[in-house]
T-cell receptor, first 113, second 111 residues
Framework: DTAVSQTPKYLVTQMGNDKSIKCEQN?????MYWYKQDSKKFLKIMFS???????INETVPNRFSPKSPDKAHLNLHINSLELGDSAVYFC????????????FGPGTRLTVL | GENVEQHPSTLSVQEGDSAVIKCTYS??????FPWYKQELGKRPQLIID?????GEKKDQRIAVTLNKTAKHFSLHITETQPEDSAVYFC??????????FGKGTHLIIQP
């Protein structure tokens, strides 16, 4: 019955590795997002997709590549992981435009060693 | 882009007292102002939101006020309870860049 789900919940990996985080929503929403929350709890948008189309792409290293196979899924692939990528990554979704309630997933805690 | 300032960063209040958290923003075209609550280790969840066509909205013990002229809005929690302890984020939206979040306020309810 989970509305927005992410896998994995925890991800521990070495510097230089490539990893992916998956996100799925069963709310029928059109728009999905990826946020990064750093150790100071600051929430910053990274990407947004509307109906599989990229609509927001903040200043994020191109090692980060989102992929939306359909409007219910938005995955995040990260190449050549760095120590500074350690954070909690939240997926979210909303109905319609960008200025409606966003429903967040449970988060993925990424630790880069 | 939008610039959102949130104060205070930490707020400690006695159980039963009121708590007020304030945010200011820079873009006068912004028209959507939600507040999210994040409990420790959990996801952010919307608790209340307001759009620019109203000045105040209430939902039980929670209220939000908006002053568009001064470009600030506030979250008011009355009769605080232990379960109100969390980090609260304001956010501002209205343009094509989605929501810009404030840096959060850690609210501590003292028994």
């Amino acid at each position: 019955d989970t509305a927005v789900s992410q896998t994995p919940k925890y991800l521990v990996t070495q510097m230089g590795n490539d990893k992916s985080i998956k996100c799925e929503q069963n709310l029928g929403h059109d728009t999905m997002y990826w946020y990064k929350q750093d150790s100071k709890k600051f929430l910053k948008i990274m990407f947004s997709y509307n109906n599989k189309e990229l609509i927001i792409n903040e200043t994020v290293p191109n090692r980060f590549s989102p992929k939306s196979p359909d409007k219910a899924h938005l995955n995040l692939h990260i190449n050549s992981l760095e120590l500074g990528d350690s954070a909690v990554y939240f997926c979210a979704s909303s109905q319609g435009n960008l200025n409606n309630e966003q429903f967040f997933g449970p988060g993925t805690r990424l630790t880069v060693l | 882009g939008e610039n959102v300032e949130q104060h205070p960063s930490t707020l400690s209040v006695q159980e039963g007292d009121s708590a007020v958290i304030k945010c200011t923003y820079s873009d006068s075209a912004s028209n959507y102002f939600p507040w999210y609550k994040q409990e420790l280790g959990k996801r952010p969840q919307l608790i209340i939101d307001i759009r620019s066509n109203v000045g105040e909205k209430k939902d039980q013990r929670i209220a939000v006020t908006l002053n568009k002229t001064a470009k600030h809005f506030s979250l008011h929690i009355t009769e605080t309870q232990p379960e109100d302890s969390a980090v609260y984020f304001c956010a501002v939206g209205g343009g094509a860049d989605g929501l810009t979040f404030g840096k959060g306020t850690h609210l501590i309810i003292q028994p």
